[in-house]
């Protein structure tokens, strides 16, 4: 069976992510959404809130959990017993960020790979910090988020 780890911080969930989770889900036996619990004071969502968001958009898929982590990514993705971690690329500037991180995680832990998900086109400029900024200006993000993420934006910024 091959476990895969999606890790990120999910805040709030978009359309591309979701994408990405769920073809990761039609190759992995298991795909565990790990949403990182980090005190970065620029989340807008709690941790908890945003694993309800996930877990709502991915209940009827039933390879994929979603939960928390706190700390370093591999060393969770090594307590978890993780073959493969997920991450997505949209652009050149993603890759080399990634690129260093997936090798030095591969120093780390050897038997974990990393594997790319090349973002679709309709979710090529989409990032959650779009989307959150959007929001906070009253703007409609509809088109690049579930409407519960929408309704709970919108419950934010009012």
């Known amino acids: 069976m091959t476990v895969a780890m999606y890790p990120g911080r999910f805040d709030p969930v978009t359309n591309g992510h979701l994408d990405i989770v769920g073809r990761a889900s039609k190759i992995f036996d298991e795909v565990i959404v790990a949403v990182s619990a980090g005190s970065d004071s620029t989340n807008l969502f709690t941790p908890q809130e945003r694993v309800e968001m996930f877990s709502n958009e991915v209940k009827s898929i039933k390879n994929i959990k979603v939960q928390i982590f706190d700390g370093l990514t591999i060393d969770v993705a090594k307590n978890l017993e993780v073959d493969v ?66 309704k709970m934006l919108d419950k934010k910024f009012k």
Do not use: H
């Not at 652009?91 to 991180?101: I, K, L, Q, S, Y």
């Open 85 to 150: 971690l997920i991450r997505g690329l949209r652009a050149v500037t993603d890759f080399t960020t990634e690129f260093d991180m997936a090798l030095m995680n591969r120093d780390m832990a050897q038997q974990i790979e990393s594997i790319f998900f090349i973002t679709s086109l309709e979710n090529l400029f989409l990032s959650a910090s779009r989307v959150r900024e959007l929001a906070s200006f009253g703007g409609d993000v509809k088109k690049y988020v579930p409407l519960s993420v929408s």
